[in-house]
Protein backbone atom coordinates (compact mmCIF):
# COMPACT_ATOMS: atom_id res chain seq x y z
CA UNK A 1 0.00 0.00 0.00
CA UNK A 2 0.99 3.80 -0.43
CA UNK A 3 1.73 5.78 2.22
CA UNK A 4 2.51 9.76 1.76
CA UNK A 5 4.18 11.57 4.75
CA UNK A 6 4.89 14.79 5.81
CA UNK A 7 7.88 17.20 5.71
CA UNK A 8 9.88 15.87 8.87
CA UNK A 9 7.60 13.17 9.90
CA UNK A 10 9.50 10.17 11.47
CA UNK A 11 8.64 7.24 9.34
CA UNK A 12 10.91 5.05 11.62
CA UNK A 13 12.62 5.23 14.87
CA UNK A 14 15.66 3.36 15.66
CA UNK A 15 15.25 0.25 17.93
CA UNK A 16 11.45 -0.13 16.45
CA UNK A 17 9.98 -3.45 15.83
CA UNK A 18 11.04 -4.29 12.05
CA UNK A 19 8.09 -5.32 10.64
CA UNK A 20 7.80 -2.99 7.56
CA UNK A 21 9.49 -2.67 4.00
CA UNK A 22 9.64 0.88 2.59
CA UNK A 23 10.62 2.11 -0.68
CA UNK A 24 10.77 5.60 -1.33
CA UNK A 25 9.55 6.64 -4.60
CA UNK A 26 10.08 10.20 -4.54
CA UNK A 27 11.31 12.74 -1.67
CA UNK A 28 14.72 13.24 0.13
CA UNK A 29 14.87 11.38 3.35
CA UNK A 30 17.49 11.66 6.12
CA UNK A 31 18.92 8.71 8.25
CA UNK A 32 19.96 9.39 11.80
CA UNK A 33 21.13 7.11 14.62
CA UNK A 34 22.17 7.51 18.03
CA UNK A 35 24.22 6.00 20.68
CA UNK A 36 22.11 7.01 23.72
CA UNK A 37 18.90 4.69 24.63
CA UNK A 38 16.64 7.64 24.62
CA UNK A 39 17.88 8.72 21.33
CA UNK A 40 18.71 11.86 22.67
CA UNK A 41 21.46 13.25 20.69
CA UNK A 42 21.18 11.65 16.95
CA UNK A 43 23.60 11.89 14.73
CA UNK A 44 22.61 11.73 10.98
CA UNK A 45 24.74 9.29 8.98
CA UNK A 46 23.15 9.16 5.37
CA UNK A 47 19.90 9.88 3.18
CA UNK A 48 18.03 9.23 0.92
CA UNK A 49 17.38 10.89 -2.57
CA UNK A 50 14.79 10.66 -4.78
CA UNK A 51 15.38 6.53 -4.56
CA UNK A 52 15.65 3.85 -2.13
CA UNK A 53 14.50 1.14 0.55
CA UNK A 54 14.99 0.31 4.02
CA UNK A 55 12.99 -1.86 6.95
CA UNK A 56 12.83 -5.57 7.22
CA UNK A 57 10.71 -7.78 4.91
Request: net charge negative.
Given at each position: ?33 S ?23
Amino acid sequence: WEKTVQQDEVIIRQGDDGDNFYVIDNGNYDIYVSKEADFSHPSKVGEYIQAGSFGEL
